[in-house]
């Protein structure tokens, strides 16, 4: 994971450089990924990715207010580098349930756009989103994962793909684009009961 601030379409300055660390996670825990810490002195960010959902736990460590504005996030790839808006499945915003609520068949009108999250001083909260992603990938997965459906095979990797989701954001009154790029260093496939 990278994160970078920009503004007028240039890397901003007076940011500092973040540190970026990887979360251990208990052997038997569903996800495939590992969580990714990032933290610098405006806020930390914990993302979690399983092959199709995005979960975020973000709080804002500065003395001023942070407006994320999900709802004008913009998602490319390495395999479509055209921006395109992100809209979701299913999504939930600091605890708000988004769009249809149960069981959401995966066509194009249950998807919709994310709401902004206000984060005051200190505070922490949660997003997570289903994000189309055939518009990102041709299989539909994150990275561009392919296997083989009840094997641990690899069609493909996904190894050197990476998302980039370009986040506005509102500091104090100061508008700024976080650029978060996720890039895929490793990938397993397995095999999960319920």
């Not at 007028?8 to 208990?26: N, P, Y």
């Not at 405006?42 to 979960?55: A, E, G, K, P, R």
């Not at 395109?84 to 194009?108: D, I, M, Q």
Request: charged residues 20%; glycine residues 8%.
């Amino acid at each position: 994971m990278d994160i970078s601030y920009h503004s007028s379409g240039e890397i901003a300055s007076g940011f500092d450089t973040g540190k970026v660390s990887e979360m251990q996670k208990h052997p038997k825990s569903l996800e495939a990924f590992a969580d990714l810490k990032y933290q610098d002195s405006l806020l930390s960010w914990v993302i979690s990715v399983d092959n199709i959902i995005i979960d975020n736990l973000v709080q804002n460590l500065s003395d001023k207010l942070l407006i994320l504005h999900w709802d004008q996030a913009l998602l490319s790839s390495s395999h479509q580098p055209d921006d395109t808006l992100l809209r979701s499945y299913g999504s939930s915003v600091a605890g708000e349930v988004l769009g249809p609520k149960g069981y959401v068949p995966k066509n194009e009108d249950r998807l919709h756009k994310l709401i902004p999250l206000h984060l005051s001083p200190g505070q922490k909260a949660n997003v997570d989103f289903n994000p189309k992603l055939t518009e990102l990938f041709n299989s539909g997965r994150l990275f561009g994962v392919r296997y083989e459906p009840g094997k641990t095979t690899l069609i493909e990797s996904g190894i050197g793909n990476w998302l980039l989701i370009k986040l506005p954001v509102d500091w104090g009154g100061q508008p700024l684009t976080m650029h978060i790029k996720l890039t895929a260093l490793d990938a397993k496939a397995r095999i999960s009961y319920f």
